[in-house]
């Protein structure tokens, strides 16, 4: 007989753990990297952890949701693209199969995910990708040159790049592109 309630009781331990297990996804990386900035890539590839308090837990599922904003994204409206659910254990190098992104371009991100228990998560918190510049023609760059006639022949001082300008409006965001050719100012 006490063998008989040592099991049950095991058994009910063990399924209240399994009820109050939690899953999460987290570490969500874009072209593995977290939040990037200038992502070149026309199809970003999409990455995740998942978390179980549940021992032998697998994803069986995942759903994927972007916005241009994050407040469209939390509220999930005007949805730039989403997966629906697919049946699917990847959580690496999904590809991002929304329409065609434009330079500069923010997206916003989560993703939800269902357990081979059944069990579905919250939404992720939201993480981003920014575009890069993703055509010639989006260039709007001058250089930045130091304004002495050089001399060969001389050690010159390193040049001290600067170049003044007025705004009309408050700044909103910037941005500062440097390449292997020099500084661009955009």
Same mark, same amino acid.
């Given at each position: ?45 999409? =990455? ?17 949701? =972007? ?68 055509? %010639?023609?989006?260039?709007?760059? %001058? ?7 050089? %001399? ?15 705004? %009309? ?18």
């Amino acid at each position: 007989m006490k063998f008989r309630n040592v099991v049950l009781i095991s058994f009910l331990l063990m399924a209240t753990v399994a009820l109050r297990a939690e899953l999460t996804v987290t570490s969500l990386k874009t072209d593995y990297k977290t939040d990037p900035l200038g992502i070149d890539n026309p199809q970003p590839k999409l =990455s995740w952890v998942i978390q179980s308090d549940q021992m032998n837990t697998m994803q069986d599922s995942y759903e994927i949701r =972007s916005a241009l904003s994050l407040k469209d994204l939390r509220r999930g409206n005007n949805l730039l693209w989403t997966t629906g659910q697919v049946s699917s254990s990847q959580s690496i190098h999904v590809k991002y199969g929304g329409p065609p992104l434009s330079s500069f371009q923010r997206v916003y991100w989560q993703i939800r995910i269902r357990d081979n228990h059944g069990k579905k998560s919250d939404w992720s918190e939201p993480a981003f990708w920014e575009m890069g510049i993703m055509k %010639d023609t989006d260039w709007e760059a %001058d250089w930045i040159s130091h304004t002495w006639k050089e %001399d060969e022949k001389k050690s010159m001082p390193s040049p001290y790049l600067r170049k003044k300008f007025r705004l %009309d409006k408050p700044v909103v965001s910037a941005r500062l592109y440097i390449s292997s050719h020099g500084l661009y100012q955009v």
